[in-house]
């Protein structure tokens, strides 16, 4: 059994659609970065397990989430909870790790419809792929919402970024350690009615994810 882990704050709209698309093998963890809109009821009437996140910060999430993965197993996915990404798909990040193929495969967003993703945050993520391209020669186009891993090798990392700068400090930790990096093409969807997202929803959270992630780099 795969965990998924979802990193969630008041994503109660999208993770019904989410958590009945979920494929067989694949376990959802949803770790509750503070929701006050029932986020937490609607992952348990499904059945899923909820780690409860009291420290803020997209990477705390995940962080806990993985700590709290099943070590068994050893592969472990991380997704956005918002309903931008199909669970049908988690097997096109996993099936490479499990094949050996690579050390960590990320999702290059594929967007379906206009407007899905908004021209600031699609240039804010394009210049740090670039620059993370130059500065590590990772082949890759994408900071990755949506990746696989196995769950002791993240450990191992010992990333310490708890902010929007998480998934940029495991792709350079990742590079550092000699890690073999896969993109694969995943479809980017409509976030579901009722939710925004955290980074792309306004200038404002692009601008912070980017400082977050500028951090990370002048580090």
């Not at 700590?67 to 909870?81: F, I, L, N, T």
Request: some cysteine; glycine content about 10%; overall charge positive.
């Amino acid at each position: 059994m795969t965990d998924v882990v979802l990193p969630c704050l008041n994503e109660a709209p999208a993770l019904a659609w989410l958590l009945k698309r979920m494929p067989a093998g694949y376990r959802p963890v949803v770790a509750d970065n503070g929701s006050t809109d029932g986020s937490v009821d609607v992952a348990r009437s499904f059945g899923a397990r909820v780690v409860i996140v009291p420290q803020p910060g997209y990477g705390a999430a995940v962080h806990a989430g993985i700590v709290a993965a099943d070590p068994a197993d050893g592969v472990v996915c991380v997704m956005d909870a918002d309903g931008s990404f199909d669970p049908a798909e988690l097997p096109l990040v996993a099936d490479p790790i499990r094949a050996g193929a690579a050390h960590l495969v990320v999702g290059r967003r594929r967007p379906v419809g206009r407007g899905v993703w908004p021209p600031h945050a699609r240039l804010g993520n394009a210049v740090l792929a670039h620059r993370l391209r130059h500065t590590t020669g990772l082949p890759v186009h994408d900071i990755g919402p949506m990746r696989a891993a196995y769950r002791n090798d993240l450990i191992a990392l010992q990333l310490q970024d708890r902010r929007f700068g998480y998934p940029l400090e495991l792709l350079i930790r990742a590079a550092r350690a000699g890690w073999t990096v896969t993109e694969v093409d995943v479809t980017y969807l409509r976030r579901t009615v009722g939710t925004k997202s955290k980074v792309t929803g306004s200038v404002r959270g692009t601008a912070r994810a980017i400082r977050d992630m500028s951090v990370v780099l002048a580090r």
